[in-house]
């Protein structure tokens, strides 16, 4: 497809379990950002991947998250041992290289994940 | 740090009527700004932005938004909106960095009703 895919759509886990997130960006985008959307909030910056390396993860909240993306093109974003408050959409976007600040971020529709 | 208030949760608002969105922020450096809108079941699209020049700036359907850097606020205004503009408007600001690490503001959602 033209544009940015996330799998799954919606996610159901029970606390403590080990969930994966994947993120395909549009094609020839080699910046790639995850944010994480919670109820009645705006999207917060988790990490952003300049290729396949994590140029900023200051806004992961702690290390039960992670984001890799091996081939400078998928994404997967990890977290263990879930808590209830993980809950929320997992946003990612693509954009051409750095384009500045322009903001042309390209996002896709989530990944809804509820911990029970 | 860089913060975004959006000062309406929810903006109702009959069809044909114009509409203004508020968003104000706070940062210590030169900021750029940007709207995103979300309908229903869809991602977050780029709506309009302000990175320098003109402050009026206008975006895509019919909307614009005017950067006041004196109030720190960049207000969204269509002057007649239809059902189709219903959806979640977010308002975001970025700084210096060479990459966009947006920080939104929490959203307004507008109701258009007939």
């Known amino acids: 497809g033209a544009g940015v895919s996330q799998t799954p759509s919606n996610k159901v886990t029970e606390k403590g379990k080990y969930v994966e997130l994947r993120c395909d960006p549009i094609?020839?985008?080699?910046?790639l950002y995850w944010y994480r959307q919670s109820l009645g909030q705006g999207p917060e910056f988790l990490i952003y991947f300049q290729g396949t390396g994590a140029a900023d993860d200051s806004g992961l909240p702690n290390d039960r998250f992670f984001a890799v993306r091996p081939e400078g093109s998928v994404s997967t974003l990890k977290i263990q041992r879930t808590e209830r408050g993980d809950s929320a959409v997992y946003l990612c976007a693509s954009s051409f290289g750095t384009s500045g600040n322009t903001g042309e971020l390209f996002f896709g529709e989530g990944s809804r994940l509820t911990v029970l | 740090a860089q913060s975004v208030t959006q000062l309406d949760s929810q903006v109702p608002v009959f069809e044909e009527a114009p509409v203004e969105l508020r968003c104000n922020y706070s940062?210590?450096?030169?900021?750029?700004l940007f709207w995103y809108v979300q309908y229903p079941n869809q991602g977050l699209q780029l709506l309009l932005k302000y990175l320098s020049g003109s402050t009026l700036v206008k975006g895509i359907n019919g909307f614009e938004a005017e950067f006041n850097k004196s109030q720190t606020s960049f207000h969204l205004r269509k002057p007649s909106v239809h059902i189709s503009d219903t959806a979640e408007y977010f308002c975001?600001?970025?700084?210096?960095?060479?990459?966009?690490?947006?920080?939104f503001g929490a959203g307004t959602r507008l109701a258009v009703h007939p």
């Open positions: 975001a600001v970025s700084g210096p960095g060479g990459y966009n690490k947006l920080i």
């Open positions: 094609s020839g985008h080699t910046a």
């Open positions: 940062s210590s450096v030169s900021v750029y």
